[in-house]
């Protein structure tokens, strides 16, 4: 069976362990989801996702208690990591911020708290590369991808990038854990042919 692990040191946890169970579940893959808060627990997940939540929180405690260069090494080994709000901006290689020390797994610049400064949070009707319907999309307090590097844009709301792949690794602005609609997870960790999931490999 799978690993997946969710970083758990902030931030909606729960809500992606669900939509990834879910994810796992309609494609018949046994999974088991271990939640991050120490180091030592990310070499053994074939899968991660990083929360919204508060960006330099989560990125404090990730360099604190080590589990930084893990996240690195998981990337780096081309295993899928799904990063929303708050994680893109952690997984991020620039968030205009001296209190977040990016990741620097996904190659983009991001500016906090900039997407849709009249409202807060907003849902929107999201055209995904790779899914057929809109996916609705909800952003609250959402990062702006400013710059796109060396990485594919898969959505964009406004006329700006909104969900981002890097290989392995897939960004998005809004929260797809806070939905009933688990396609997103499905499709970033579970169906992005630039990631590699070990065991599924194995039984293939
Ligand atoms: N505003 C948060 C931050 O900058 C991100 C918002 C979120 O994850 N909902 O960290």
Request: charge should be negative; glycine fraction near 8%.
């Amino acid at each position: 069976s799978l690993t997946a692990g969710v970083v758990a040191v902030q931030g909606d946890v729960e809500e992606h362990a669900d939509a990834i169970e879910r994810a796992a579940r309609e494609r018949e893959i046994p999974l088991t989801v271990r939640e991050i808060r120490t180091s030592g627990i990310v070499p053994d997940c074939d899968l991660l996702a990083m929360p919204g939540g508060e960006s330099t929180t989560i990125s404090r405690l990730l360099r604190r208690e080590g589990i930084a260069p893990e996240i690195r090494a998981h990337v780096e080994a081309e295993k899928p990591l799904l990063a929303t709000c708050a994680g893109l901006i952690v997984a991020s290689s620039g968030a205009g911020d001296d209190r977040v020390d990016e990741l620097g797994v996904l190659d983009v610049s991001v500016e906090r708290n900039a997407f849709g400064r009249q409202r807060d949070s907003f849902e929107a009707p999201l055209s995904v590369d790779g899914l057929e319907e809109p996916y609705p999309a909800v952003f609250i307090r959402a990062p702006v991808i400013d710059e796109v590097g060396d990485a594919d844009v898969v959505a964009s709301w406004d006329g700006r990038p909104v969900a981002v792949r890097d290989g392995p690794v897939v960004g998005t602005s809004f929260h797809p854990e806070l939905t009933p609609d688990s396609r997103l997870h499905g499709l970033a960790l579970f169906e992005n042919d630039d990631a590699t999931i070990p065991t599924l490999e194995r039984s293939a």
